[in-house]
């Protein structure tokens, strides 16, 4: 009796731990493509759900929507219907985890329970875009003109294989070299940035400039993957071909550039050649600055730099802005109306209000210090002295941030991107260092890639 | 309508099978049926393509084949041994000794109990918050190099978390420094239990304090230092919380400080189902080959 | 006697001499993190750039107010952990005694295999059965839920073990058949006689119960994903690899301290049993 008893509850457990964990969730994704149909029908649902990683939009929709009614940290109104912002942190991939199990249940899902908008980086934005998770905007009743005014990278981020935008942003984020005005003057003998930029104008003047930089003690720059955006937006192939992983040319002239330039000491090897460490900010205060220049966009400046700080460079106005040897973007925040949502007009209305209204954006720009997405604004305020950014000693770098980015292309996107962009500079860092050669370092890069998509194959 | 005592007892008896539902119950629901529901899951090809669910098709051993001719678990079951063994070794060197001056009468350690407290403390530190600190300490502008360089011990600051041997060794420092206090406290109540009349009667025939420790003490306390070799080894098979915080779950430099579970961690993170059961069942049988073998080993040993 | 031991081995006054140099060096191993810690986080994000210095700093409470107003939730955090901690504790040490005494005071046919079986349980690493783990509570409604991490401290074969031990050595058999003769049942046994006499380990027990919850990490990152819902391993965690927030490294020691001192201090306080019991569960030889 009792084995029996047992064994009949081995059976079920595993039936239902198999089944039910991952079965079920293939019929669920075909009931999504079709419960779209089924739910047009119906409009004006009573609660929209929003999923994001963070609070910086919720701030702007709280901030600028009209008639946003604010409840609590996660709750709010619009006329009748309640807004639920679902808000998981990016850690170890949780928030695409989390609107990965919603979307695969949004065709059983209770109408209040379906997602409404979800949020998307650009790292990973076409694993939703080439999908149909995301509603083609036109559906939507808004189509390309609606947009006219937007940077063109940004809509490339989430136009899908058909050539359909299916994503939004209120935000640009144009990188351009962010450097130390005082070390500038000491070792260029000017801080003119369009004087410093004929000193970094191509790489080649670039790695001129970081031996003189080295020769009077100073580092280029704080970690070997400041410049990595710079060269994986410039790529002319893609991440995965064939289902095989591929080293763009691109790619590895960053790695080769970066080598030379850490064993000749020219970068600081202290920050372990990352981001974000301890070592790596030292340059952003006046009695640690030993870095020439950083790249990023206008959001770095702002919140990530410690301008806000005593002792800052920034808090002195230390920092000028110039375009550098190419133009990048960096970060960036995409708005999708999710398919089967019941609030459509709603979502419509969200996504052109935040992303494409002059009032509001201009406000943002105004309050929020954001680069807003928005070419006619942008411009204005790029000729307005009164935008001058106190932490770059009253320059307006607006125009700088708008002319690197229209070179950007960003035809050689893959769903693979986030993966392989964060997994390669990590894997090189051991180069870097001097743990591993460049072989070894690959080797490394393949294993994790093959591990983490399971589709791919190394070579 | 007397019972018989006989039918007493066996009514009694009845409610020690009572007593164990819940223990059961839990243990069947919690992780019995979770441990065949992992091993079910290696049979199966499962995971996830960008929004697409590939699976779960059954594909026999496939999974076995990919992950042993991959050739990575065994290279992270070393990476794991070594660490162990890093911060094991003088774990057990530490405790024997500690545990042999509490115990020594004759030595009478004062404010034992003051060291037996300080010992003990790391311990109970959170793994994460203390790997945490570990990593914000010895990053190449943090204090332990600011000191280092201030008391002219090191020219230049030092990369400890580039370096494969300097990060497996603060790795199995952290282990030692978190569970030396554990072993020396085990191993002292077992010393304590050994009745003083046997070193007397040593003394008397005018054996040392190192004499008396190998031949008394050490053989009497052989069934404890097994278990805290064998528990020792099942945690250092497990260990997870310390190396992966330290290099934030990446384990550099070139994966030399990835552990077992940080790889089992990276399959369940990326929903690769499959594979996660495969590592595990691996893990599994891994565990109890070396357990076994720790075992067998110790009981010959006691046979000659 | 004394003469015996100085020709043979070392004297006892350098024994003891180099066993207190060793204490000392090993205490000083233990503590001085945690000194550096405590010093840092009253030190500001810029000092902390220039060096370790001895002298604390005047940033302590600035510290704490960044942390408090970072976006990862480390107050809440540390209500979680107790909470979680506190009911698996309490659930964990008495169903462990219910179990122990169940092996201990009845004479059922399957006893010895039952205990065998517990024993052996306690051999299988937790991490093993993770990922039926997560698939089953994501079926049963418990993901994300506190409960998931509660439930299963209900069997713990290693606070079985100690209570087991500690009855034996506690608990007269002839105690329960007295109580029998008063005629009490035999859940009200246990609860009224038992557990009040099994108070000391099951003090000790809780703490250890409490504190392995406490510190547990692998478990929850895969349970939890609410940001208000996450215990503190999880969030000290995050710590290390925040991207995009501006990196405080005062509000980071700072966080490292909150999740820290206060298991220290508790610690202090209750030190004595702590210690002490730890040598009384010792699996005796």
Known sequence: MKRKLISALLCAAMATTLLAGCGGKTTDTNKANNASSNNEAKDGGDVLNIYVWNTEWQERVVAYYPNYEKVDDTTGKIGDVTVNWVITANQDNAYQNKLDEALDNQATAKDDDKVDIFLIEADYALKYVDTPDALPLSELGLDDSVFANQYQYTKDVVTDSNGQLKGASWQGCPGALIYNREIAKKVLGTDDPAKVQEAVSDWDKYAETAAKMQAAGYFMTAGATDSYRVFSNNVSSKWVVDGKINIDPNIKKWVDMTKEQADKKQINSASSYNLWQEDWKKGFFTDTANVFCYFGPAWFIDFSMS?????????????????????????????????????????????????????????????????????????????????GNKYLGGQNPYGIFASGVSSVSLANQSAYDQGCNEEFQNAMTDYFAGKATYEEALQTFYNKITAKYPDIKAE | MKKKKSSNVVKYNRWGYIFLIPFFVTFIVFQLIPLFGTFWNSFFENYRSGRQQIGPNFIGIENFKTIITSGLIWKYARNTLIMWVLGFVPQIFFSLLLGAWFSDKRLSIKASGFFKTVIYLPNLIMASAFAMLFFTLFSEGGPVNSILVNLHILKEPFAFLNDIAATRGLVGLMNFVMWFGNTTLLLLAGMLGIDPSLYEAAEVDGATSTQKFFRITLPILKPILVYVVITSLIGGLQMFDVPSVLTNGKGNPMETSMTLIMYLNNHLYSKNFGLAGTVSVLLFLITGILSFIVFKVSNEKNVK | MKNNTTSKGLGIHTRRAIAYIILILLSFFCLIWFFILFINATRANSELGTGFTIVPGTYLLKNWETMIHRPIPIVRGMFNSLFVATMSAILCTYFSSMTAYAIHAYEFKARKAVFTLILMIMTIPTQVSALGFIQLIGNIGLRDSHWALILPSIAAPVTFFY????????????????????????????????????????????????????????VPTLVLDTETKKTLPILIAELRNTDWATFDMGAVYMSIAFSIFPVIIVYLILSKHIVGGMTLGGVKG
């Open chain 3, 163 to 218: 209570m087991k031990q500690y009855m034996d050595s506690t608990l007269p058999l002839s105690l329960i058949e007295a109580a029998r003769i008063d005629g009490a049942g035999e859940f009200k046994i246990f609860n009224t006689m038992v557990v009040p006499l099994m108070k000391p380990a099951i003090a000790v027990q809780a703490i250890f119960c409490f504190v392995g919850s406490w510190n547990n990490f692998f």
């Open chain 1, 307 to 387: 301008c806000d700080q005593d002792g800052s460079v920034g808090s002195a106005g230390g920092w000028a802005v110039t375009q550098g040897p190419q133009g990048f973007f960096w970060g960036g925040t995409w708005i999708c109306a999710a398919n089967g949502t019941d609030n459509k007009d709603l979502v419509a209305d969200i996504i052109k209000t935040m992303t494409t209204d002059p009032t509001v954006l201009s406000k943002i720009v105004e309050e929020k210090s954001d680069f807003v997405n928005d070419q006619t604004i942008m411009e204005k305020y790029a000729k307005d002295e009164k935008f």
